[in-house]
């Protein structure tokens, strides 16, 4: 690599006119910045992915332009992949199109360093974790915008939208506070949605096992310097065992305007959601059910100049029922659990580039509200709980302002980026925090680059942790935010046939809180604050590009292993989420085109997950037991002809009985088949 020209272009945000020596209308249609930052997560989490639409071969790795020339989002100021030193991952839409999922929770299965604990099945409800931490400790964004839930984690994936509307997910493992704000405890995933710059229909549907149905119609639309997306979906089942059916419905819009001075971007959501929840919280009542309304909107200008200022305003409204039974109820249950969060946000991101590197600064202030019947203080005047027979009666708020700022210096083939958060939460009386990080990296030659990080974070407590309180769950107010150090390093390998990456990490958790009880007979959890928490692991990807080795006729194959180690400085707990991380997690993924446009994806996964459960048998606990490991496989046969897709896919072929979280029995085998239809009214 020539030093003087990657350092060159470290200072500059690159406008493609030709890859490879070819002309490619997009870039010259668009006459602006393409950024491009694609990595494929079932291929190895570490080396970039790039694929064109025009490209049929969607695994293949290496195209016609120069890898270092790919601009990826995992820094505050935009970066070149060459420089990034962190585990940044994406799943792109070639890929979300090839594997047998029809959900963001299934999706993440297939990624070796996430681990996704679900309790009902196609997305109902998930608690997503990235290297052994928990699911509160997961930040998820929508095109870049914070959706966490400050009620629980367990809402974070309630989405407003389907799988058929994603572009993208972008995956960044670590901590990630610097970069996306607090919460990004463990790591953090961004959900980018479809922005075509044309005018195209979309349809899709599928059916399949236990009365599934999915069915998705989207348009995009191009007016002037405006581009428009508006998507409707809707899901049922009627459930794999008795109490798990559910109902999902979903509207989402979009829009976006390229201007002279920059970009505005508009986005308006809506889900509605209603499911069997079979144990979901407890096993000893069984018969439970929730409900969730979720209204999401954000506004965001992105400014060009000298000085690129990126202010954005966002609003999520989330209402939860919870039905401890779903019929038939105790004579000792009062009612419902009624929950309304109301979160706003804003702030303001700059960069600019300067002769020593690129600088980048911020401020963000968030406002998280709760309405309940269970959770918070008392309230002087209840209030009415929106479309039900019910009151609020309890509430809670606090402010939480944080400051950043961030500087990405370039020295041959040196990478330098470091940077800090300062946070103050107004409920808490831990003040005002620092939370640094530095990223490194250092190209060795061509094919071999090192990287090393060292990055830390913190995560608040949940309206839950703080105030819930039910028949086997307390919650506790004296909660402090947990907080983390992350050190880790590793070397990425870019070569012909062979490519992947291999990275250690180690992982300090000081104040972590968990849901815990002392004893098996105990029947109450309460979250406290652990002394200590340890994770050393390492994750290890290859990807045999056969294909484009030795030809079309030959598969590409990829193995990725995560192992992961997680101490407790306490040993009198029996812990309920963060001792159960994934010990062990291996993916294999093999694919092939054949016969011209038909396509075959095939992922082989195995769990061996630490930790251990009380079982139950009925509505009686019989004793602690530990999680059993297992293995997965899911296959997907795709034909594909012009603007038409006809599939067939089948989840957990050989039927196997396991279980993510507890008590919560997974399906056996889910056989699905559709059609996709996309038109393209621009030709």
Known sequence: MNSNKFKQDAQSVLTFRKWGNKNYSLFLALKRTVVIGVLS????????????????????????????????????????????????????????????????????????????????????????????????????????????????????????????????????????????????????????????????????????????????AAGTMKTGKMSHLLAFSGKRSDGYINNTDFKEFNGFYSNQLDAKRGTFKFQLGASKKGFGANSFYTPKYPNQYEATKTLFSSIKWEGKGPLHITPVFYYRRHQDRFELFRSDPASWYSGHNYHLTNVYGTNINSWFKWNWGRTAFGIEHRSENILSNVLGEPLDNPKDVPGEDARFTKSDQRNIFSGFIEHAAYFNDWTITTGLMVNYISDS??????????????????????????????????????????????????????????????????????????????????????????????????????????????????????????????????????????????SDFISNYVLDNLRHKLVISANQQFLGNFYFDVKLVFQDREGSYTRFEDTNPIGEVPYDPFWLMDAKLSYKNKGMTIFASVNNIFDQEYNDIGNVIQPGRWLKAGVAWEIDFSK
């Not at 997910?169 to 463990?186: Q, T």
């Not at 590009?545 to 030795?550: S, T």
């Open 41 to 216: 997560v079932v291929y190895f989490l570490a080396t970039p992915v790039v694929s064109l639409a025009i490209e049929q071969d969607t695994s293949e790795v290496k195209m016609e332009f120069d890898l270092d020339e790919i601009e990826v989002s995992a820094q505050r100021s935009p970066v070149m992949y060459s420089q990034v030193a962190r585990i940044l991952s994406v799943i792109e839409r070639k890929e979300i199109e090839a594997v047998a999922a029809q959900s963001v929770q299934d999706l993440l299965e297939y990624v070796a360093g996430v681990d996704v604990r679900q309790r009902g099945a196609e997305g109902v409800q998930a608690d997503v974790s990235i290297r052994g931490g928990t699911f509160d400790q997961t930040l998820i964004l929508l095109n870049g915008i914070n959706i966490t839930d400050p009620q629980t984690g367990h809402h974070n994936l309630n989405l407003p939208l389907s799988l058929s509307q994603i572009q993208r997910i972008e995956i960044l493992e670590g901590p990630a506070a610097r970069v996306y704000g607090p919460n990004a405890f463990s790591g953090a995933i961004n959900i980018v949605t479809r922005q075509d710059p044309k005018n195209t229909l979309s349809l899709l549907a599928s059916g399949g096992s236990f009365g599934y149905f999915d069915g998705n």
């Open 429 to 570: 009386d831990i003040g005002l925090h620092i939370f640094p990080g530095i990223d490194v990296s250092y190209h060795v030659n061509e094919p071999v680059k090192l990287f090393a990080s060292y990055n830390t974070s913190l995560r608040m407590p949940t309206f839950t942790d703080l105030h819930y309180e039910g028949p086997t769950n307390i919650g506790n107010p004296n909660l402090k935010p947990e907080k983390s150090a992350t050190l880790e390093g590793g070397v990425k390998l870019n070569g012909k046939l062979l490519k992947g990456q291999l990275v250690v990490f180690h992982r300090n958790g000081t104040d972590i809180i968990d849901w815990v009880k002392t004893d098996v007979d105990d029947e109450v959890w309460q979250p406290k604050n652990l002394t200590e928490i340890n994770s050393i692991g390492f994750e290890a990807q290859t990807q045999f590009l056969f294909r484009k080795y030795y030809g079309i006729s030959y598969p590409n194959l990829q193995l990725n292993y995560l192992f992961n180690n997680v101490e407790k400085g306490e």
